[in-house]
């Protein structure tokens, strides 16, 4: 009540003191006033008092502060009143514009999903605040340039620009904005997901859900919870992604129901079932993706080829309608992504271009079509299924041949002479050039280094429970110094140390060891130091270009 007496108390000498000069610090008094009112119409009328005094006095600083306020207050003039900011002051500088101008209106750009021109207000934030000497609106400008960046897949420059944002927030806690703050934490661990910087990932995702936990910033949380997801699958642990991702989905779906991160849960969620060999639960989530890209019609480049697995599915059930169906919306999303240049650096990673999807399309749509109307067309139909059997054989043989290479290739390296590991170590623990990278000395470096080739000497990575921690533990040392020295010297991170070595032993074993060729694959991989089959064949694959049941039976001719 006394708030609503203050407000009313405020317009009506606002309206009578007509000849008083307003102050410089009158927008403070009226973003208070404005903040602490409840009632819209009122809080409107403040606002529009004071453009008006702001106006009668040719006060531009003033008038682009009511015009702000206004933007806040109400929504479908929002627009206007930005480019009222911009027009009044763009030729000034002010401490706040025209750069907060330039912000909110890139951030409405963004908003439409129009990134051109949302960059172009972007750069012309950080011009103004730059100039200006406002380092928070500068900062603010280049965060917002970094989520362009890491959408048009510039994620090395974003996380750059991410960390800086982060480092300013933290030395000057004045500024910092928790909301903000904890999306620039999330915006930081998505970038390094997506440059396969797992460790840092990591570190920056448990931050961020402490900090959003602390804070009571579900939203954020929930995000962070989805990248934590994506981390464990990355990391192959799939159930554990599945468990992360089900729990951020389901507070997203509280807060909007048609939030596209949905679609990325659902994905990611599909990817790891379809690892763990559950095709028709993976089909259930992938579709569930499809649903959600229909409605939105976001582009979220990451996920697109959710409608590949779609179409393969499809295509194993003989639907082609369902198929057809799927290279629409395909095609659709990529018009989208041709339509706004931002996309164009990652359309060459696509698997399918726009032109052989068209023609795929086209080929379904006929072979459909003479499936269903033209059935005693069988010239036609021996012809295409000709040709689809003749690049069946090629795609057969061809990848016939790359596997007998690679055997062969494996087997030349059972042959060649093992050499003096103690030598090695000796001559790079002496590499200067390391030693300054990681910053560790040399008489450690060569005592980790010692050990660790007793550890695989005596094939100690046979068993399965080493972790990087058990591991640092076991060679009286700590997981900091274990892992640099391991990605320094042996240059793979820990978990690829690891499966490298247990593949190289299983390779030896099964050359060697006749009996052990008849155990079942899950057996094998117990024996070398895998907890299953699948993670075994996984890792196999991955370093051989082969799978052990190929190995297996080919050793065996």
């Given at each position: 009540?006394?708030?609503?007496?203050?407000?009313?108390?405020?317009?009506?000498?606002?309206?009578?003191?007509?000849?008083?000069?307003?102050?410089?610090?009158?927008?403070?008094?009226?973003?208070?006033?404005?903040?602490?009112?409840?009632?819209?119409?009122?809080?409107?009328?403040?606002?529009?008092?004071?453009?008006?005094?702001?106006?009668?006095?040719?006060?531009?600083?003033?008038?682009?502060?009511?015009?702000?306020?206004?933007?806040?207050?109400?929504?479908?003039?929002?627009?206007?009143?930005?480019?009222?900011?911009?027009?009044?002051?763009?030729?000034?500088?002010?401490?706040?514009?025209?750069?907060?101008?330039?912000?909110?209106?890139?951030?409405?750009?963004?908003?439409?999903?129009?990134?051109?021109?949302?960059?172009?207000?972007?750069?012309?934030?950080?011009?103004?605040?730059?100039?200006?000497?406002?380092?928070?609106?500068?900062?603010?400008?280049?965060?917002?340039?970094?989520?362009?960046?890491?959408?048009?897949?510039?994620?090395?420059?974003?996380?750059?620009?991410?960390?800086?944002?982060?480092?300013?927030?933290?030395?000057?806690?004045?500024?910092?904005?928790?909301?903000n703050y904890n999306r620039g934490l999330f915006a930081l661990a998505d970038s390094y997901i997506h440059t396969k910087k797992l460790e840092l990932a990591e570190i920056t995702i448990d931050k961020g859900i402490k900090k959003t936990i602390k804070t009571g910033d579900s939203v954020v949380y929930s995000y962070i919870l989805v990248t934590s997801g994506i981390h464990q699958y990355l990391l192959n642990n799939y159930q554990k992604a599945i468990d992360s991702l089900q729990k951020g989905k389901k507070i997203i779906q509280k807060l909007d129901p048609l939030e596209t991160r949905i679609a990325t849960c659902d994905y990611y969620i599909g990817r790891s079932y379809k690892d763990l060999g559950e095709e028709e639960k993976s089909i259930s989530y992938f579709k569930k993706t499809d649903t959600i890209l229909r409605k939105t019609?976001?582009?979220?480049?990451?996920?697109?080829?959710?409608?590949?697995?779609?179409?393969?599915?499809?295509?194993?059930?003989?639907?082609?309608?369902l198929q057809i169906e799927y290279i629409n919306m395909q095609l659709e999303l990529d018009s989208i992504k041709h339509a706004n240049q931002v996309y164009l650096t990652r359309n060459i990673t696509r698997k399918y271009d726009a032109a052989e999807l068209i023609s795929e399309k086209e080929r379904l749509i006929k072979q459909f079509e003479k499936d269903t109307f033209l059935k005693d067309n069988t010239i036609t139909f021996l012809i295409i299924l000709s040709i689809i059997l003749v690049l069946i054989a090629i795609y057969g043989l061809r990848k016939s041949y790359l596997n007998k290479i690679r055997f062969q290739k494996l087997l030349e390296q059972q042959k060649k002479p093992k050499t003096n590991q103690l030598e090695v170590i000796t001559k790079i623990s002496n590499d200067l050039t390391?030693?300054?990278?990681?910053?560790?000395?040399?008489?450690?470096?060569?005592?980790?280094?010692?050990?660790?080739?007793?550890?695989?000497?005596?094939?100690?990575?046979?068993?399965?429970?080493?972790?990087?921690?058990?591991?640092?533990?076991?060679?009286?040392?700590?997981?900091?110094?274990?892992?640099?020295?391991i990605n320094v010297y042996k240059n793979v991170n820990f978990a690829t140390y690891l499966n490298n070595l247990r593949i190289d032993f299983a390779v030896d074993q099964l050359s060697s060891n006749k009996s052990l060729r008849s155990y079942t694959i899950q057996a094998i991989a117990e024996e070398v130091g895998f907890k299953n089959a699948q993670s075994f064949s996984s890792a196999f694959h991955k370093k051989t270009g082969i799978y052990p049941s190929y190995f297996i039976k080919h050793i065996n001719n």
């Open positions: 009540m006394k708030m609503k007496c203050f407000a009313i108390i405020f317009l009506i000498i606002l309206s009578l003191s007509k000849h008083a000069v307003i102050a410089q610090d009158n927008y403070i008094e009226l973003k208070e006033l404005v903040t602490k009112e409840k009632v819209d119409s009122l809080k409107m009328k403040i606002a529009k008092t004071y453009l008006d005094r702001a106006i009668s006095k040719s006060d531009t600083l003033n008038r682009a502060n009511a015009y702000f306020i206004l933007s806040e207050i109400i929504l479908e003039d929002k627009v206007a009143y930005i480019d009222s900011i911009i027009a009044f002051t763009e030729k000034k500088n002010y401490f706040r514009y025209p750069a907060l101008g330039y912000l909110y209106k890139g951030n409405i750009k963004f908003e439409l999903g129009d990134y051109i021109e949302a960059l172009e207000f972007y750069v012309k934030a950080s011009e103004s605040a730059k100039k200006s000497g406002n380092n928070r609106l500068y900062l603010s400008a280049k965060f917002n340039i970094g989520l362009l960046k890491n959408t048009s897949g510039d994620r090395e420059e974003a996380q750059t620009i991410f960390a800086e944002y982060i480092e300013f927030l933290e030395q000057n806690p004045k500024y910092i904005n928790t909301l019609k976001d582009i979220i480049p990451d996920i697109t080829d959710v409608y590949d697995y779609l179409r393969t599915y499809s295509k194993s059930k003989n639907d082609y309608e390391k030693k300054e990278e990681i910053d560790i000395p040399s008489d450690v470096i060569e005592t980790i280094l010692k050990k660790l080739h007793d550890f695989e000497d005596k094939n100690q990575f046979s068993k399965k429970h080493y972790t990087l921690n058990s591991l640092a533990k076991e060679l009286n040392t700590n997981s900091a110094y274990l892992s640099k020295i």
